[in-house]
C-alpha cells in the first residue's frame, strides 16, 4: 500500500515557476505526476523508477522530477509555465512494486493515487 499527499499549488503567472511536493508513505519503484485540466482526460507528465526519468514531450525542458534521499518525498519543479499548464496534478504510484513500464505514462498502470493539487497559471 502505498499513501501520497500533495501540496504546493496555487497561482502563478506565465513564465513562473511551482515546485509541487507529494509526501510517500511506503515504497513503489515506479512514481510520478499526472495532471488534468477541465474538460480533458488525465495525462501523464514524468514518471520516473531507477532507471530513469521519463517526461512528456509538453514539458521536457520546462519540469524536473526528484526525490529526496530518504524517499519520503516526490517533487515536481515547473518552470517557464504557460496556461497549458492549468490543471489539478496528482501524484501517482505503480502498483505491484514494479518499475516503470515501456510506456510509463500509460495511467493504467498506477494504482495508487493522491487527492491531487490545484495549479494555475494566468497569462
Known amino acids: 500500500q502505498v499513501h501520497l499527499v500533495e501540496s504546493g499549488g496555487g497561482s502563478v503567472q506565465a513564465g513562473g515557476s511551482l515546485t509541487l511536493s507529494c509526501a510517500v508513505g511506503?515504497?513503489?519503484?515506479?512514481m510520478g505526476w499526472f495532471r488534468q485540466a477541465p474538460g480533458k482526460e488525465r495525462e501523464g507528465v514524468v514518471v520516473?523508477?531507477?532507471?530513469?526519468?521519463y517526461y512528456a514531450d509538453s514539458v521536457k525542458g520546462r519540469f524536473t522530477i526528484s526525490k529526496d534521499d530518504a524517499g519520503n518525498t516526490l517533487y515536481l519543479q515547473m518552470n517557464s509555465m504557460k496556461s497549458e499548464d492549468t490543471a489539478m496534478y496528482y501524484c501517482?504510484?505503480?502498483?505491484?512494486?514494479?518499475?516503470?513500464?515501456?510506456?510509463?505514462?500509460?495511467?493504467?498502470?498506477?494504482?495508487?493515487w493522491g487527492q491531487g493539487t490545484q495549479v494555475t497559471v494566468s497569462s
Open positions: 501517482a504510484a505503480r502498483t505491484g512494486g514494479l518499475w516503470c513500464s515501456s510506456t510509463p505514462l500509460r495511467e493504467s498502470d498506477f494504482g495508487f
Open positions: 520516473r523508477d531507477p532507471l530513469g526519468n
Open positions: 511506503g515504497y513503489s519503484s515506479c
